[in-house]
Every structure is written in C-alpha cells, then in structure tokens.
C-alpha cells in the first residue's frame, strides 16, 4: 500500500489542485514585481503541474518583458491552441504592442483554429 504520508490523502488532493494554483500565484506575483526569472520558472513548475493556456500566457508575457522573441512565439502559439479566446488577449494586452509590427507574431496571432505555423 502507498504511503501518504502526514497528510494522508489530501497530500494527491493538493499536488492536483491547489499547487498549480499557488505555484501561478506565486508566478504573478513575481511577474507583477518585474522579477521575470522567478515568474517563468514558478510558471513552469506549474505548467508541468498542470498544463494550461493560462499558464501559457503568462509564460508568453514574461517572454514579450524579456524580449525572447522566440519564446514568446512559442508560448503564444500554445496558450491559443489550448483556449482561443487568448488571441483577443494577445492583440490587446500592453506587453505585447512591441511586436504587434512582427509578422511572425501577427501571424501567430491571426492564426486559425486548428492551423499550424
């Protein structure tokens, strides 16, 4: 039998659930305090906890703060893969009115449902 440890079985509850959420608060925190290092990687702990779009775009904010062009690209491209509604975000957000001339990140932007770049 599995050992569970002191906390028994909310110690599988909270890896499931509340960590992602703590590790992308923590994340946003330390985006909000223009501590980028500790936002990607307490963004990418979460997203290996939990994929998700959210995570995603975070990941690509960090990245336009940083200008990792190529990063941005990336995490843009998953973040509208994993929710559509992410591309509004990506046209309208403040991060990201650098690159908004970019043709790459116009076309990843404008990308389709479905479509590959």
């Given at each position: ?73 990336s ?30 990140f ?8 479905g479509?590959?770049?």
């Open positions: 039998m599995r050992d569970l440890g002191r906390l028994g079985l909310r110690g599988p509850l909270f890896e499931e659930v509340a960590r992602p959420d703590l590790l992308a608060l923590d994340g946003f925190t330390r985006y909000v305090g223009e501590d980028y290092a500790g936002a990607r990687e307490a963004f990418l702990a979460a997203e290996r906890c939990a994929p998700s779009a959210y995570h995603q775009y975070m990941l690509a904010c960090v990245a336009a703060s940083t200008r990792e062009v190529e990063a941005l690209l995490h843009a491209r998953a973040a509208i893969r994993g929710d559509p509604a992410y591309r509004e975000r990506f046209r309208g957000d403040e991060e990201f009115v650098p690159y908004r001339g970019d043709a790459a116009a076309a990843v932007v404008e990308l389709t449902e479509a590959e770049r």
